[in-house]
């Protein structure tokens, strides 16, 4: 049973997450840079999507970078992690969050989830014993079941550049602001092209790095943004200490 205790530090202190989940989330090393990064580009109102959104860490950052008067779409397909998605999104009384219990990608229907050796490790994969519900960006704002997003985090182990494909009418959006997580070369160099084909001016926090960053780091972020909506100095500088995330 989950059991609620309220974080001590970092950029949920006070919010209430699940005993035993790890040390990280309550003390704020969990990400810590990238999610300032995160806390000065969102602007209070904004409309956000949270994809790959896990147990709900940063949509919880999110959630209090928009405010109330936001709204937060948190896609997770993995029934465990959506669990205690859930309960976080509960506890804290986020009624700015919608949670969204599926996978996206550049299309629709339903597909196999292989989990992985950790929570964070889940993704769509053919050798998959789960099927999971994938759902394509484009056809969640045309049908209204989620508004159009002005700032989108992606970490979906894999399929990001799938679903940025997915998100190709919207990319070209003066006011877009996304950061992508990569865990191979090949995939980010795929993420990259795609987003500085739309126009955005991008940032590549692997440069800032070793050469060989996912050997080191594990994940490399994209952090890409629309002309009315380039990077302040305060966001470079956190983005300059990613390296240093657990």
């Known amino acids: 049973m989950a059991i609620p205790f309220p974080a001590v530090a970092g950029a949920i202190r006070g919010q209430l997450w699940s005993l035993g989940t790890g040390g990280n989330y309550?003390?704020?090393?969990?990400?810590a840079a990238k999610a300032k990064a995160v806390q000065v580009i969102v602007l209070p109102g904004e409309t956000v999507w949270d994809v790959g959104a896990h147990r709900g860490y940063f949509t919880l950052v999110l959630a209090e970078a928009v405010g109330p008067s936001g709204r937060v779409y948190a896609f997770e397909p993995d029934p465990d992690n959506l669990a205690l998605l859930r309960r976080h999104v509960l506890w804290n009384g986020l009624r700015q969050v919608k949670v969204m219990p599926c996978a996206l990608a550049n299309s629709e229907g339903r597909l196999p989830f292989q989990r992985g050796s950790?929570?964070?490790a889940?993704?769509?994969d053919l050798s998959g014993d789960l099927f999971v519900d994938v759902r394509c960006p484009s056809s969640l704002v045309t049908s209204g079941e989620c508004a159009r997003p002005s700032f989108v985090k992606i970490d979906a182990e894999g399929?990001?550049?799938?679903i940025l494909e997915g998100m190709s009418p919207y990319l070209d959006d003066p006011r877009l602001a996304l950061v992508v997580s990569t865990d191979s070369s090949q995939l980010h160099e795929a993420c990259r092209r795609k987003l500085e084909s739309a126009g955005l001016t991008v940032i590549d926090s692997g440069k800032l790095r070793a050469r060989d960053p996912w050997r080191q780091f594990g994940d490399v972020e994209l952090f890409a943004f629309g002309r009315d909506r380039l990077p302040l100095p305060i966001v470079m500088k956190h983005i300059e200490a990613i390296g240093g995330d657990p």
């Open 26 to 31: 309550f003390t704020g090393r969990f990400e």
């Open 122 to 124: 889940g993704k769509l």
């Open 118 to 120: 950790s929570s964070l």
């Open 159 to 162: 399929a990001e550049s799938d």
